[in-house]
T-cell receptor, first 120, second 110 residues
Framework: GAVVSQHPSRVICKSGTSVKIECRSLDFQATTMFWYRQFPKQSLMLMATSNEGSKATYEQGVEKDKFLINHASLTLSTLTVTSAHPEDSSFYIC????????????????FGSGTRLTVV | AQSVTQPDIHITVSEGASLELRCNYSYGATPYLFWYVQSPGQGLQLLLKYFSGDTLVQGIKGFEAEFKRSQSSFNLRKPSVHWSDAAEYFCALGGFKTIFGAGTRLFVKA
């Protein structure tokens, strides 16, 4: 149980275009999803927290107009990188919180497999 | 403030030797702690987790970790390392948000 699917796994786009990344919880309803960014050889940094049906909460220093997050349903959150530039090239990973089944499922988040974004 | 420290940026171990990866945390209450492994270009795989109870936690792939409250540590161990264990290892502190350590890159030499 508690599977999170993330697509695409890799994407290459031209500078100035927008890219959408999807994060889906396959067998549970995720009231909260998280988006992380990982630069090469670095740790994962939380970008934003998305709650179903409400606006995302962005971490300090993250441009909300560049990284648009939509959590329109209990099983899907999307991250759109708008007007992408080479410096946005990174590994993006989502995770989802399962509110059912006690605190182990609430706080033991499941991670997607990540999306490698390359902007050329 | 909540934080996770992994003191070792990288570690090299001979195949068959034992391994210990260090993790220290800062948190005011009982922590939820995790170890993840990441192979190059891949997502995160959960190795093990600690929420409460037995302080020695068994995980997948022969890994274990011991929670020591007095030392604020949650070190990862494996008695005999295999070449396939070479990867990046992240210790994480859970809660409403997950906070990751900087990671430790494990190299395995033949």
């Amino acid at each position: 149980g508690a599977v999170v699917s993330q697509h695409p796994s890799r994407v290459i786009c031209k500078s100035g275009t927008s890219v959408k990344i999807e994060c889906r919880s396959l067998d549970f309803q995720a009231t909260t999803m998280f988006w992380y960014r990982q630069f090469p050889k670095q740790s994962l940094m939380l970008m934003a927290t998305s709650n179903e049906g409400s606006k995302a909460t962005y971490e300090q220093g993250v441009e909300k107009d560049k990284f648009l997050i939509n959590h329109a349903s209990l099983t899907l959150s999307t991250l759109t990188v708008t007007s992408a530039h080479p410096e946005d090239s990174s590994f993006y990973i989502c995770s989802a919180r399962d509110p059912s089944g006690g605190y182990e499922r609430m706080y033991g988040y499941t991670f997607g497999s990540g999306t490698r974004l390359t902007v050329v | 403030a909540q934080s996770v420290t992994q003191p070792d940026i990288h570690i090299t171990v001979s195949e068959g030797a034992s391994l210990e990866l260090r993790c220290n945390y800062s948190y005011g209450a009982t922590p939820y702690l995790f170890w993840y492994v990441q192979s190059p270009g891949q997502g995160l795989q959960l190795l093990l987790k600690y929420f409460s109870g037995d302080t020695l936690v068994q995980g997948i792939k022969g890994f274990e970790a011991e929670f020591k409250r007095s030392q604020s540590s949650f070190n990862l161990r494996k008695p005999s390392v295999h070449w396939s264990d070479a990867a990046e290892y992240f210790c994480a502190l859970g809660g409403f948000k997950t906070i990751f350590g900087a990671g430790t890159r494990l190299f395995v030499k033949a």
